[in-house]
Structures are given as C-alpha cells and as structure tokens.
C-alpha cells in the first residue's frame, strides 16, 4: 500500500509560479511512474504530467507543455510539479499518483494504482 500526499497548492495570481509536491509513504518509489492529475468543477479528471521511474521520460497534457514541469526525487520518495505561467484555466484540484508497474506512457487515470487526497490550486485573473 502507498499513501500520497500532496501539498503546496494555494490561490495565486495570473502569470505566478507554484511548486507542488507529493510525498509518498513507501519506503521507495524507484520502479513507479507517477503522475500528476486535475479535476476542475463540473469536469473529468484530465492528465498533467507524468515521469517514469527513473526519470528518462516525461510526459504532457499540451495545455500545460512549456509552463509545467514534472520531477522526482526517489531519495526523498517525492515527486514534483513546478508550475509556471498559471493562468486562470489551471484552477484546479490537483492529484498525485503512483502507478506501481511502471508504465512508459501512463497518461489514463485508470493506469494508476494509487492516489492521493488532492491539493486545491486557484488562480485569479
């Protein structure tokens, strides 16, 4: 079992920067993928960014390519999403998860084996 949790969401400004982590209870990540989530009132949960174990890949939604990054510390079992540029459609709860096989392109929440609570991101115009 691996808890997630997720913290350094806030409300921000249009053009500001946030760096979310996710801080995983298992005693190592080294062979998950992980993701980041959003799910905005009224809508489906999308795909962020993802990583792979060793950090050889990452992936992107588009809306956010260019102004997101995703990273990870396996030493500290924490991954990261900086976020700059954020504009008022990235108002969001945001997800970490972890896909314990390690799929390459984990882009679909059903991939992920395990979430965490959320983290609430908000960005006034």
């Known amino acids: 079992q691996v808890q997630l949790v997720e913290s350094g969401g806030g409300l921000v400004q249009a053009g500001d920067s946030l760096r979310l982590s996710c801080a995983a209870s298992r005693r190592t990540l080294s062979r998950y993928t992980m993701g980041w989530f959003r799910q905005a009132p009224g809508k489906e949960r999308e795909f962020v960014a993802a990583?792979?174990?060793?950090?050889?890949?990452?992936y992107y939604a588009d809306s956010v390519k260019g102004r997101f990054t995703i990273s990870r510390d396996n030493a500290k079992n924490t991954v990261y999403l900086q976020m700059n540029s954020l504009k008022p459609e990235d108002t969001a709860v945001y997800y970490c998860?972890?896909?314990?096989?390690?799929?390459?392109?984990?882009?679909?929440?059903?991939?992920?084996?395990?979430w965490g609570q959320g983290t609430q991101v908000t960005v006034s115009s």
């Open positions: 990583i792979t174990w060793s950090a050889s890949n990452t």
């Open positions: 998860a972890a896909d314990r096989h390690g799929t390459v392109l984990a882009m679909a929440p059903s991939i992920y084996d395990y």
